[in-house]
């Protein structure tokens, strides 16, 4: 019964948080980057975990439910790192540096620019961006996920 519950718990959270993801971009005009993109994969995979857990017994799922949510998290962490200027995200979207380059290479810089970019917060609460928010909640929702794998001893 703590299995079961532990499960929906973690599995749940990343329901939600997938589900915040699209209201933002849905109903709040919010369109996602390619860095928010990549943080909704592991959410979806820990759901369908979540529902094969549910049906499974053993350890393994609950394992590999914690490794998706960990894997969030980590993006999390390095989207929040590009945001912060830390270090330089994918070249697919963030800017370049524009210093030495002709007017026909400028522009073509522009054209080629992302229409969503990484290294800018949309949207931020008490100072932390939806990146590091979605991290921070990853991390907890993994360590519900390891706890539910200990339940099934």
């Known amino acids: 019964m703590k299995r079961t519950l532990l499960i929906l718990v973690a599995a749940g959270g990343s329901a939600a948080l997938l589900l915040g993801a699209l209201g933002f971009q849905y109903i709040g005009g919010l369109p996602p980057c390619d860095l928010c993109i990549w943080q909704r994969w592991p959410h979806l995979a820990a759901v369908i975990?979540?529902?094969?857990?549910?049906?499974?017994?053993?350890?393994?799922?609950?394992?590999?439910?914690?490794?998706?949510?960990?894997?969030?998290?980590?993006v999390g962490l390095y989207h929040t790192g590009v945001e912060r200027g830390?270090?330089?995200?994918?070249?697919?979207?963030?800017?370049?540096?524009?210093?030495?380059?002709s007017p026909d290479q400028l522009l073509e810089q522009i054209l080629a620019a992302?229409?969503?970019?990484?290294?800018?917060?949309?949207?931020?609460?008490?100072?932390l961006s939806?990146?590091?928010?979605?991290a921070i909640a990853a991390l907890a929702l993994a360590l519900v996920w390891l706890a539910a794998s200990r339940a099934a001893r």
């Open 49 to 74: 975990l979540g529902a094969a857990a549910l049906a499974l017994p053993g350890r393994a799922l609950p394992l590999l439910g914690a490794g998706a949510a960990l894997t969030t998290s980590g």
């Open 130 to 134: 939806m990146a590091s928010w979605n």
């Open 114 to 127: 992302p229409l969503v970019r990484c290294d800018e917060v949309a949207w931020d609460l008490l100072g």
């Open 86 to 101: 830390w270090w330089e995200g994918p070249t697919t979207c963030t800017s370049g540096p524009v210093g030495g380059l």
